[in-house]
């Protein structure tokens, strides 16, 4: 859980928060993100994709199932530092 503290902390809360927000998946493990089409990573966050929570939630439950290596960041939260 400290790592993923240390990784959110990379991003600056902006904007207002929209209940119909989507999210990003951040791969602690490949310090990438995840695009769209779900294979691979990407390090430009231009390029990640952005999914509904519903989906982000299937994608986070999958991937911790071993240990903790990705998280789920709402699009509204995220630009880089």
């Keep these: 859980m400290q790592r993923a503290l240390l990784w959110y902390s990379v ?3 902006i904007g207002v928060h929209n209940m119909e927000s989507k999210y990003l998946i951040w791969s602690i493990e ?5 695009p769209i089409s779900r294979c691979g ?4 966050l231009s390029e ?7 989906v982000a939630e299937e994608i986070v439950k999958n991937a911790n199932i071993v240990s903790f290596n990705e998280c789920m960041i709402p699009e509204w939260r995220c ?3």
């Design 41 to 44: 990573y990407v390090y430009n």
């Design 11 to 13: 991003f600056i809360i």
């Design 48 to 54: 990640a994709g952005r999914f509904d929570k519903q």
């Design 79 to 81: 630009r880089y530092a």
């Design 30 to 34: 490949h310090d990438a993100w995840w």
